[in-house]
């Protein structure tokens, strides 16, 4: 093997430095078939060149932004305060402005709007009546009604295992419990936002963007905005003023619904800029849609319980307010794209080796489909025995094709 | 040159659109490596639809969704207040629901439960004794501990100057200090979740996800979703709702060390849909991680303090809350994958590549291992001189390679 | 047709198991262009292990961390108030600590620090004299400036319809609206932080890093580190804990107008881990950039409202904050890379495909500019005529190739 290996290597070596190797061509004269072929060729570098490079810009490095958006809305309403049952409080009228509906005040791409709250004034921690809504019934002589020290069913309190009046109805017994009383469901207002007012409310939205790659920040704040614009979809997309109820109305929605329960809505703020020209010229487009919905069959719109604690001689007392509203979720996306001669490159190169597609298909055609694939194929092919056996079973072939 | 660019580019259109070419072809009758040939191919196209295409979904396009998780925590517990100091608020028992231990009460993908509060009640400001915690002890002779209106080192208050007795221990002489007073770590009361009523807490998460490439919008409520269920990994891998207890079971870290410290916890909800099926019939499927415990040796746990202010009689007042608790973040992953055709070629594409593999396998045992390599090499290769001097030295064996 | 199909099979059969095709090799004896072959080649076997699999680490599976920050921000200052109206509040002085300029107290991967606030302290709905600054000046013959019932242009409150003196100047007459009085124009306290202070604060930024395809959870707080230390980018940059001075030091913006009006600073971590080494060794990078500084010309800073809500004797109240501030963001960023099989196959396959340009280039220098080009080509290429009208005018050339 010794011998065999030193060959080997020897051969290597002239192959490798003294030979240029180069493929063994057949010219086949056929205008019909070459024209195909060039045809199919110029199709592939009409795709490279078109789809691959122009269209979907191979030739530039891509970057998604990162962003953060500072959210401020304005807007007043007066809401109408009626009680959630019989016994409570009687008709009130409060003023919403920004820090009583936009809460919590401040959030990173997201806001949120108040539509409906339904508030429990003056809580404090103690025993009553549970309301008759938990519809905890029960009679003095009969206590398995209230298990004491075990959480009611809504889990707002503890049985204190006695039976009491309600206070909505004293001709009712329910359970009493130990609780932050007055419970919600006994004695709380319900405000709701006139839908008009809602309306006329607008949101600013400024976002500051950072394409890291490129070394390129941008706000879609300019200089030249003009901050009395509202946003409209064909008059001024470049507006970063909204007014509530235009979003409403681009969303098909039950509006009723969303007000009423509350419901999730997304801004999508898409940020698709072409960095080989002016980055000024590039502003986001704007696109809104319901994430959640006020009229789901199950679980529609969206609540939260938040409580305001204060403390009076000594004593925790808390506001309830079992908040119903709109959240806004602002979604920045998109791409930023430049010239970057590396990424060119390889979009094309990903792209030649689809030019194999016009060589499988004439060759195909002249194998297997042409009137002349015999001559085709004796001069395409050459036989080369290498074992003794098989030589003599192909020699006629073999002597055919070199005799042509 | 005139003339030699004339004939180039003559040759050049001739070439073009007249001949096909075709590479040479030789073949080689032998039975065994030809199937090895066909062997390395069909596992190579093997390779191509069964890993590339089929298992990897080359034949999909694919997105990440977009989501929003709206989150609700439910649950009821006793908490019985122990004075942090010898002096201070005798042993006192309050009531948390939701409003009380969900702080801050609606966040985006994350949430927050108190498990531990020092809760310093009735701060205002002024001058106090510092706590003996600080260790600020000074006698009135000497007032160098005391430097008058520098911060104290924890940042809590400035030296007033003066030193007087603890309100902790008369017998003792600490700095005095201006600051939010009474001080933290001289007077608050600390509340501990049990663990039990924590257990039985629950957390009902509702996502809403967005595909915008498929224009799919999913959530994980549907329509036939039974909101008396339990989350179970074995039996209910689709139910919403959570239990505190089954989460932190699942979890590898020391349980009182998580409530007692706080700690930060990754709910990671994926959504793996393939949208050529139906949509409805894709679930997410969740798994719970601890990302902070509670017993780190350097900075163990999650604790942050808060204050609500109110106002009495033109002062400000408030209630310090020193908070640690359970972080929970919800973190949506996963992929949606739906036929397209561009990729599937692609994917295709780059497969062919690889079947190069099986010619140079091939070629390289004909060349260099077979024992009729010499015959092999005759067949393959023929030889073109193009230099003079080249042309004699290699004559002889060209002769030969045509001569066979 | 059907002798033909089955001549069309028989002969696939033949040539897929029996024969073995391979191209035939034209070998070219030329010391030089076989050195420029190789050499051309040898290069792109360079550009393959050095930039492709070396450099942009080809051998290696990536993925982006996900992460969460807990932020904990710690100091003091005395703040001292200012009426903003000649009517007001005298000059007063109060402690800011955390938990009265963190606001909010918790967030995900980010803070805020309030620098600048104008508080109305006492709020109530009422009816009160509109501020001077509204300009919504009468006289109490002609109201047309105030419209009963229509909403202020600042979205305040609403006209009553009266015309009352104004609080700040007896001897102006303004509209009375219907509002939460006082209004923050007419009657409140500007607070602002000392900028020297606030250059002592700190922040304590702790990141739990996941992994999720290497299985790797990783902080950026381990147990060497020294909570004494402060960031520094030349002498330690492992550090966790950052002074704000030495933050707002290392951004080019006016300092001074990011204090009074806001603004929006990025904390970019940048995880870039090679696992293939010790995770352990893995710090991460920081770097900061503003995204909305406080002098741009068009809505600098950032600045919002909040309410703390308290209720005295069944009325709310309120202390209305106007908070400008310092908004800290922290970015996430990097790849973690380990060793991966598949990719290095797919990177060294990837490169495989531009060993194509060393043949183009030796067979155009050898077809074109060759000065025995006319030998090269009829080494090179062989003449196959299929069609009879073109074997004809073809003859002559093919013949001379033949006969060489």
């Known amino acids: 093997m010794g011998s065999s290996m030193k060959r080997f290597f020897s051969s290597a070596l002239t192959d490798t430095f003294y030979t240029y190797s180069t493929v063994k061509i057949v010219q086949v004269p056929h205008t019909i078939i070459a024209s195909l072929y060039r045809l199919l060729q110029f199709a592939i570098v009409v795709y490279i060149a078109c789809y691959i490079v122009w269209y979907k810009k191979g030739y530039q490095e891509f970057q998604e932004p990162r962003a953060t958006s500072i959210i401020k809305v304005k807007g007043l ?98 359970c009493e419990i130990h609780a932050w009383c007055p419970e919600e469901l006994s004695n709380s207002t319900e405000y709701i936002v006139d839908s ?25 704040v300019r200089d030249s905005t003009n901050f009395s614009c509202r946003y409209d979809k064909t008059n001024d997309r470049r507006c970063p003023i909204f007014r509530i109820g235009d979003i409403l109305d681009s969303l098909k929605t039950n509006k009723t619904a969303l007000l009423h329960e509350g419901g999730l809505i997304e801004i999508r703020q898409d940020w698709t800029c072409n960095f080989d020209f002016d980055k000024n010229s590039c502003f986001p487009t704007v696109a809104f849609s319901v994430l959640q919905s006020g009229d789901d069959k199950q679980s529609p719109g969206i609540n939260y319980r938040a409580a305001q604690k204060y403390r009076i001689d000594g004593v925790d007392r808390r506001t309830l307010s079992k908040i119903y509203g709109l959240r806004f979720v602002v979604s920045i996306t998109g791409t930023g794209g ?38 085709y194929r004796e001069g395409k092919f050459s036989v080369c025995e290498v074992s003794a056996t098989q030589a003599y079973q192909d020699s006629d072939s073999s002597v055919r094709l070199r005799t042509i």
Chains 1, 2, 3 share one sequence.
């Open 338 to 375: 430049q010239f970057n001669i590396v990424n060119l490159f390889v979009a094309i190169g990903s792209g030649i080796g689809f030019m194999i597609i016009a060589d499988i298909v004439c060759d195909a055609i002249f194998m297997y489909f042409h009137k002349s694939r015999e001559r």
């Open 196 to 220: 008009n007012d809602l309306a006329n409310f607008t949101v600013y939205i400024k976002t500051a963007v950072t394409f890291t790659a490129f070394n390129i920040n941008l706000r879609n």
């Open 77 to 174: 309403t007066k809401v109408f305060g009626n009680a959630t049952s019989g016994y409570g409080n009687s008709s009130s009228q409060h003023l919403w402005d920004t820090a009583e509906y936009q809460v919590p005040p401040m959030e990173n791409n997201a806001f949120f709007i108040a539509t409906r709250q339904i508030i429990t004034f003056d809580q404090e921690e103690g025993v009553c009546p549970s309301a008759l809504d938990d519809k905890l019934f029960c009679n003095s002589t009969q206590l398995d009604a209230c298990p004491k020290d075990k959480q009611t069913p809504n889990t707002f309190g503890y049985f204190t295992g006695k039976c009491v009046a309600s206070l909505e109805d004293y001709n009712i017994t329910v």
